[in-house]
């Protein structure tokens, strides 16, 4: 009796990998959808984020001349994206913990459709963060000053922060497997990132030693391209930097997860 060769996923033709990737984003956003604590979260967390920051600093930024509900949304609008590419990690992570991935290798799909499946829950996690966050600066004050168009660049910038760092996050999540330990390794990274950065005080507010790598961080880029933005005056320059940031990244990132994917208990070859 002969042994019969295992099957193997063969690869997909071009045309069916935007269809495989829409299938596995209607899945991530169906079970987003049934997770009322996700959608509870992208709601809550910046309301308490801005209260949280705004209430005890606005007077000692009053001081400053500086208007702290104008100040503060951007900061706000990217520590939610943030949370959602978190959230990514953690969802991404609990699919290899679940074998779920193991079920990908066995099918013929491309090596990043589930990457650009979870990218579709993402990005619906994304605009209702974003929105909440907008809705809440808000009623404290915050206005967009420079008219439709730029309060558009303003959602889409935000956004592709989140997709950019989400990203990333699914590679790390992938390579972890364990929900719980992709939160602890994300957890210093992020609070470095938003606490060292121009989101919550200007430049001048920080040691002299330490202002090169807050200004030009990647955060405080974002920070300032959205708040240049929201006020009007010059944006190109700040829209630009951020733009680049993002797209070296985001190159680094996709490397990243298509590499994971490609690991025994990642997903599809």
């Not at 596995?24 to 959608?39: G, K, Q, Y």
């Not at 978190?86 to 990457?115: C, E, K």
């Not at 507010?205 to 955060?219: C, E, K, L, S």
């Not at 990132?253 to 590499?259: D, M, S």
């Amino acid at each position: 009796m002969t042994a019969t060769a295992p099957a193997t996923a063969t690869a997909p033709p071009a045309a069916s990998r935007l269809t495989q990737s829409w299938v596995l984003a209607l899945r991530a956003v169906t079970l987003l959808r049934r997770d009322t604590a996700e959608i509870s979260g992208a709601v809550l967390a910046p309301l308490v984020f801005f209260v949280g920051f705004y209430v005890p600093m606005r007077g000692v930024m009053a001081d400053r001349g500086v208007d702290y509900a104008q100040w503060l949304p951007p900061i706000v609008v990217l520590q939610s994206m943030l949370f959602v590419a978190m959230s990514s990690a953690d969802a991404i992570a609990a699919d290899v913990q679940q074998g779920m991935f193991r079920r990908f290798r066995t099918m013929p799909l491309a090596r990043l459709a589930p990457v650009a499946g979870r990218l579709g829950a993402d990005l619906c996690r994304a605009l209702l963060a974003c929105a909440a966050a907008i809705a809440i600066a808000t009623a404290f004050g915050f206005r967009f000053r420079a008219g439709a168009g730029a309060a558009a660049g303003f959602v889409v910038l935000a956004v592709a922060f989140a997709l950019c760092l989400a990203v990333g996050c699914i590679a790390l999540g992938l390579v972890v497997g364990n929900p719980e330990h992709t939160a602890s390794a994300m957890l210093v990274p992020q609070l470095l990132l938003t606490m060292l950065s121009t989101g919550f005080t200007p430049v001048s507010g920080f040691p002299g030693w330490i202002r090169p790598f807050v200004r030009n961080q990647p955060v405080s880029q974002a920070a300032d391209a959205l708040r240049a933005l929201a006020a009007g005056g010059p944006t190109a320059r700040p829209v630009l930097v951020t733009t680049a940031w993002l797209a070296g990244l985001l190159v680094v990132f996709t490397l990243l997860a298509g590499r994971a994917l490609g690991r025994s208990k990642g997903g599809p070859r």
